[in-house]
């Protein structure tokens, strides 16, 4: 069971939450979260780079996209709701929530570490070859 509710929390971002409108919110980073960071940024290594850039890079933009990806539950854009004040106290909260969301291989060594299986044609080359398991499929007269 701790695994579970260790995994749960990294799901959510560690529990960190955000002032909005008076009410506290929580940060969740979730796949929906990444996925509409990555349309927006163009990739998650993207959005981090900038976000860790503080002032001198698009901090305000950075803050607003990932308060929007992680509170969408609410009756208002949550984006309406930020105190420009508190930018960041918003910051020092999405920073460590999205590397806690973060899996734990990097995407770079995540794409390099594993060719994609080819699909299956019938042939019993594509299979027999691919596998390092030593198994192989019966051939049609064993």
């Known amino acids: 069971m701790e695994i579970v509710q260790h995994d749960a929390t990294k799901l959510l ?13 929580p940060i969740v980073f979730d796949q929906e979260a990444f996925v509409l960071i990555e ?4 990739s998650l290594n ?3 780079e900038e976000l860790q850039k503080g002032h001198k890079g ?3 933009t950075c803050v607003r996209d990932a308060i929007v990806a992680t509170v969408r539950n609410l009756p208002v854009d949550p984006a309406k709701l930020m105190d420009p004040k508190r930018i960041v106290e918003y910051a020092e909260a999405i920073g460590p929530a999205f590397m806690k969301a973060m899996p734990d291989v990097a995407q770079e060594e995540a794409a390099g ?11 019993l080359s594509s ?14 007269g064993e």
């Open 127 to 140: 299979t027999s070859e691919s596998s390092d398991s030593g198994w192989r499929p019966p051939t049609s």
């Open 39 to 42: 349309e927006r940024w163009g």
């Open 13 to 25: 971002g560690g529990g960190t939450s955000v002032m909005l409108g008076g009410t506290r919110v």
């Open 46 to 48: 993207a959005f981090a």
């Open 113 to 123: 570490a594993r060719k994609p299986d080819a699909p299956l044609t019938g042939e």
């Open 58 to 60: 698009k901090m305000y």
